[in-house]
């Protein structure tokens, strides 16, 4: 059974930055698919980024492009979130998920690309 844990979120005011880390285990990490998503209190959970198993491709959302960077590590079966001049409107719980299928050429960018999730970790940016 693949078990994803975030760790990385916490409390920063606008403009400043945060490194989410997702550490796999139980799966094929490095043939995988990973992405990250949240949810804020009231809304549906959305995409945020996703990178292909061989890290040569990568998505974001429009509304975090330029200011996220989605990377792996697969020799540390880790993928991270760093995030850049953040804003009180991304606050939420970001999600790890991963794609069970492996090898997969396309990168999905919705929830229903992905099988295996975290349980999340909190960011909260003050104004």
């Known amino acids: 059974q693949v078990q994803l844990v975030e760790s990385g979120g916490g409390l920063v005011q606008a403009g400043g930055s945060l490194r989410l880390s997702c550490v796999a285990s139980?799966?094929?990490?490095?043939?995988?698919?990973m992405g990250w998503f949240r949810q804020a209190p009231g809304k549906e959970r959305e995409f945020v980024a996703a990178?292909?198993?061989?890290?040569?491709?990568?998505r974001y959302a429009d509304s975090v492009k330029g200011r996220f960077t989605i990377s792996r590590d697969n020799a540390k079966n880790t993928v991270y979130l760093q995030m850049n001049s953040l804003k009180p409107e991304d606050t939420a719980v970001y999600y790890c998920?991963?794609?069970?299928?492996?090898?997969?050429?396309?990168?999905?960018?919705?929830?229903?690309?992905?099988?295996?999730w975290g349980q999340g970790t909190q960011v909260t940016v003050s104004s």
């Open positions: 990178i292909k198993w061989s890290g040569s491709s990568t």
């Open positions: 139980g799966g094929t990490f490095s043939r995988n698919t």
């Open positions: 998920a991963a794609d069970r299928n492996v090898l997969r050429a396309v990168v999905s960018q919705t929830l229903y690309g992905y099988d295996y």
